[in-house]
């Protein structure tokens, strides 16, 4: 057969090294080398990077992207365990913590815009529940169609390259930046825009960068990942899953201030599960978590299910065994971890005591979990410095800022990316008008 034998090589050929692809992506950095004036400069070649950087190209602006890692878009891959929950049916801007801001610059249709931009760029996908992922259920396909189309559309991707400083000029601004591969080798461009599109460690909303162009920024701080707790019996749990309600109670106030449901993995160490991660956006150390075992059922249904004099084993048929055991047991202890009463005191026989447990099952929290697989970071460039139309810095002409860059995070689900997504669109668009403006 024609070709048998190339194809058969092909299929017995090993993936490079960790070495050999860093040699390569390091090649490949120092051949693209980038112009020295450019109409508009994203920082950060990300999820929001990316799509402002096409949006300004396609709108006729020349763009460059530094990106202080050899890829662009490498952030991408890791997001919604390699499937990439880019976004949501129940895109609500009360998700996230600026909301008013999010409201203006999501205009009235965001989930419209968002898909239309990934349908132009040949993305295809499918709903999971309210969440929605790529036909693929693989995120490289969401990166290799946005760095396809970036191509496309003339953006020079300058990889490996970090900024190190952003000076206003008469005609724009001045970029001075530094080789990954090389920390003494340095280059510079100008540009009359500059997008600011870096999150996490390489955020220029999180270091001095910024605070030399006199803007504001609220630390960065990692969200959306486990929750470590106090010691107590449950970490016994380690390892078993429930379907929960959690509330969240200040310990200052002893009021609930949040609550939300789904799935608990409880840990040695305290909770995880998705519907933790949303937790740990808004828990302080000293906080309560109150966690509903059987949200659906009510205290009165769970006594006749366990009848007038509960024996061992009564609650297996709602709860996990091995969580309904440890309960039984906490019961008889008359286990007291000091916890808020919420609601009137139950009677101090055995049954209510369960009952009370199951519904209202007490944790302290201590603090954050597992922070460096953090999806994503809070903090950042604060909003009130930036127009949320435009997303332009009032006190600083000719900067814009998108994605990580600003204080703004969401919920787990695809809200984060939406923003991500939404916020390119608009900085891309205003950078690109901004340029044409000063041609």
Known sequence: MPGSKSRTRARGERRPSRAQ????????????????VTDVCVVGGGAAGLVAAIVA????????????????????????NGRCNFSTVRLDPRRYNDP???????????????????????????????????????????RNVLLARARRAGVQLACGRRLVALEPRDDGWRLRFEARWDAGRRGELRAQTVVLATGGTNSVGGGALTD???????????????VACEDSPLSLLDGRRAQVDLSLVRDDDLLP????????????YGISGIVTFDLSRRARPGDWVLVDLVPDHGPSELRQIMGMDPEPGCLDG?????????????????????????????????????????????????????????????????????DPLSLRCASRPGILACGEALDMDGDCGGFNL???WKSGLVAGRSAAGLARKAG
């Open 318 to 386: 709602v709860l996990d065994p091995e969580v309904a055991r440890l309960l039984e047991r906490l019961a008889c202890e008359r286990w007291d971890p000091g916890a808020p009463q919420l609601g009137p005191t139950p009677r101090d026989t055995h049954a209510d005591r369960l009952v009370h447990l199951v519904k209202h099952l007490p944790l302290r929290v201590r603090g954050l979990a597992a922070e460096k697989g953090a999806q994503v970071c809070q903090g950042g460039l604060l909003t009130n410095q930036f």
């Open 100 to 142: 008013e801001f999010v409201r203006a610059t999501f205009g009235q249709r965001p989930l419209d815009d968002v898909l239309g931009f990934f349908r132009d760029c040949g993305l295809r996908w499918s709903l999971e529940d309210d969440r929605l992922y790529p036909l693929s259920r693989q995120a490289a396909s969401v």
């Open 257 to 268: 201030c949040w609550h939300e449901r789904g799935e608990l993995l409880f840990r040695g």
């Open 212 to 226: 030399d162009l006199g803007l504001e920024r609220r630390p960065l701080s990692p969200a959306l990942c486990p």
């Open 57 to 80: 190209a396609e709108e006729g602006a020349s763009v460059v992207v530094l990106e202080a890692e050899l890829e662009c878009g490498r952030s991408i891959l890791a997001t919604g």
């Open 21 to 36: 692809r860093e040699a390569e992506l390091v090649s490949a950095a120092i051949e693209a080398a980038p112009s020295d």
């Open 418 to 420: 939406s923003w991500a």
